[in-house]
């Protein structure tokens, strides 16, 4: 279970940032637990626990593979993201994920200012081979890390379903390769699930590679022509930020759905107030 480095899972992971100017979030912690499957069947489950604090954020997030196929791979993952809200722009500090199967297991630790990577350690290192495409000073600017991007500050029209929601590039950079998410608008529709009750708005994506992916995969081919990718968002009550609630991937061997069974969030408390 890579978390961060196959174009599949990367996709998977970002469908999911945005960087508008709005104005500056007020205060909500999050739990929110998410379903993932292949091909209706189902594979785990995902938790995503977090706050909003004025002009900051945390995030955490752990999923775990369970029943036949988690007995063979033993695949799950972790990850935590923090950072600051500048002018309405979210601007990432700290981004760690690790990952693990049965065979091996991999850690990415990055450190951010100015939506740019200034320290970046991955253990073990990705393995060079000769269809990489090579990782430039410039594929690490004005980029974010996959777990900051499920927050997306939009504008107060976008929050109750529209364009406003979608119709945007998402620059991502995962440690391991540099791609865009090109989302557009498809349409809104209403949701019921344990902690919310409303509209949601629903993105289709594309995954664009830049750099630090391996060209001649197939894989790779199939993602960048991928037009079965889509991303549903809802509001975080007493915020100006969306959060995806259900994210679809068709994958080489059948299509793959991560899916919020509860979504909760407590506006204006913040997630100091709910460690105590």
Known sequence: MKLALSPASSAFIAALMLALPVQAAQAASLDATYDVSLLG?????????????????????????????????????????????????????????????SSESRT???????????????????DPKPDRVPLKDEHQRNIMDPLSAFLMPVEASGRNGGTAACNRTLAIFDGAARYDIKLSYSGTREIKIDGYSGPVSVCQARYVPIA??????????FMAENKEISTWLAPVAGTNMMLPVRISVKTMIGTAVIEASSFKVDPGVTATATRN
């Open 212 to 221: 630090g992916h391996r060209s001649l995969r197939p894989s790779t081919k």
């Open 41 to 101: 069947l189902s594979l785990g489950k995902a938790n995503l626990v977090g706050g909003i604090e004025g002009g900051s954020y945390k995030l955490d997030a752990n999923a775990k593979l369970t029943g036949l196929v988690g007995s063979f791979t033993g695949g799950r993952g972790s990850g935590t993201a923090t950072g600051n809200l500048n002018g309405g722009r979210l601007s990432p500090a700290t981004f760690a994920v690790s990952s693990a199967n």
């Open 108 to 126: 990415v630790r990055m450190a951010l200012g100015g939506n740019a990577v200034q320290a970046l350690a991955i253990e073990p290192p990705i």
